[in-house]
Nanobody, 120 residues
């Protein structure tokens, strides 16, 4: 099993920046891919949308809406994945959840999420 703990959310003005962190505990050796998903205000957890993901081989994928503004990175030594978010806009607001996937369908874990609010 894997436990994920996110931090770094908060309230910022339009154009501001935040850096999110996600620390993984447990069977981290089995993680093949980690990602950040956003649950928009007023939506359910099963409606989370991918923001960015990074694989064990450092293949990276971003949602079109964040390309050029967000950067995902990881620190394998500390089992941590980061999401640097720049030029934040109100539509970036939501609960950002960390996800870890492994070798099987069942190996799919979520953190509790961290709230990001961008004011206009």
């Amino acid at each position: 099993q894997v436990q994920l703990v996110e931090s770094g959310g908060g309230l910022v003005h339009r154009g501001g920046s935040l850096k999110l962190s996600c620390i993984a505990f447990g069977s981290t050796f089995a993680i093949n891919e980690m990602g950040w998903y956003r649950q928009a205000p007023g939506t359910q957890r099963d409606q989370r949308n991918l923001v960015a993901q990074i694989t064990r081989r450092d293949n990276i994928n971003y949602a079109d809406s964040v390309k050029g503004r967000f950067t995902i990175s990881r620190d394998n030594t500390n089992n941590t994945v980061y999401l640097q978010m720049n030029s934040l806009q109100p539509e970036d607001s939501g609960i950002y959840c960390c996800n870890a996937k492994g070798p099987t369908i069942e190996f799919n874990y979520w953190g509790q999420g961290t709230q990001v609010t961008v004011s206009s």
